[in-house]
């Protein structure tokens, strides 16, 4: 049986990832701190090893790890979008909060969990479409991203000479508790279940890159483009209302 290990299962696309591996025979191990969802989960299916850790606890990651056997795929998906509401306010706690869930926690998970990882598997970052583009109120969430996008280029590099491929993932709007708390309109929203299936499949095809839904990330792509100053127009009368 193949084995895939999910960060941020207990919730959203996560979750639906379990079930999608599920489905397709896979054995999962489901990560997440929530011990009441992790276990409905271990309910489902004998299949799944539910293993609770703070992700910005490198303590707790490296505990987690020794109870983790060999891996076919490693999915860091945990994540946590806030906004900076006043930029003249600037919130340094919360930037360095989620900097530290969405970014700093991978170099931790990567050391104690890439060497699980057998030749020929897979690494799959799960970063966001907002990196395409500058947002508004999204500079913690946007910089953390960006910051994933660059660890996985680079990632490629290196883990290519030892038969590891690296999937990096851009999902535009996806149904979760995540945008559940947005206060905006979220073109294209996508269910988790939809997320899930073009990831599964991305993977399995041992895709570098995977984007979607393509109408909304291939028109932030020709958004980008365009010189600098359309954006800031267009985001600056979108901001307004
Ligand atoms: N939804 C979207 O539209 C969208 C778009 C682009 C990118 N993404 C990215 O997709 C990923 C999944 O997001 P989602 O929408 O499925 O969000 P979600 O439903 O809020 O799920 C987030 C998951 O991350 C886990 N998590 C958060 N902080 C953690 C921590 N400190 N330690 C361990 N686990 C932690 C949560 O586990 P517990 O609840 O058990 O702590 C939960 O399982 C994130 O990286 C997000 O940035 C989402």
């Not at 193949?2 to 397709?24: D, M, N, P, R, W």
């Not at 919360?94 to 890439?114: D, E, K, P, R």
């Not at 395409?132 to 883990?159: C, E, M």
Request: glycine residues 8%; hydrophobic residues 45%.
């Amino acid at each position: 049986m193949k084995q895939v290990l999910i960060t941020g299962a207990s919730s959203g696309i996560g979750e639906a990832l379990v079930h999608q591996y599920l489905k397709q025979g896979w054995q999962v191990v489901a990560c997440g701190r929530n011990d009441a969802r992790l276990q409905q989960l271990s309910a489902v299916s004998p299949a799944v090893q539910p293993l609770r850790f703070d992700i910005t606890d490198p303590a707790q990651i490296a505990a987690a790890a020794l109870q983790v056997t060999q891996l076919d795929v490693l999915i860091l998906n945990a994540g946590d979008c806030r906004y900076i509401d006043d930029v003249m306010q600037f919130d340094g706690e919360l930037f360095a909060s989620v900097i530290q869930t969405n970014l700093i926690s991978a170099g931790y998970l990567l050391q104690h969990l890439l060497p699980k990882l057998k030749r020929g598997g897979q690494l799959v970052v799960v970063s966001s479409s907002a990196t395409l583009l500058p947002f508004t109120r999204a500079q913690a969430y946007g910089a953390s991203k960006a910051g994933l996008d660059y660890l996985a280029a680079s990632l490629r590099l290196d883990l290519q000479q030892y038969d590891i491929g690296v999937t990096l993932v851009h999902p535009g709007f996806i149904k979760t508790p995540l945008t559940d708390k947005n206060d905006f309109a979220m073109p294209f929203l996508q269910s988790a279940e939809q997320a899930a299936q073009r990831i599964y499949r991305g993977v399995q095809q041992g895709r570098m890159y995977l984007h979607f839904p393509k109408r909304l990330t291939l028109l932030l792509k020709v958004l980008a483009l365009l010189p600098d100053r359309v954006w800031y127009w267009l985001a600056g009368r979108m901001d307004q209302a």
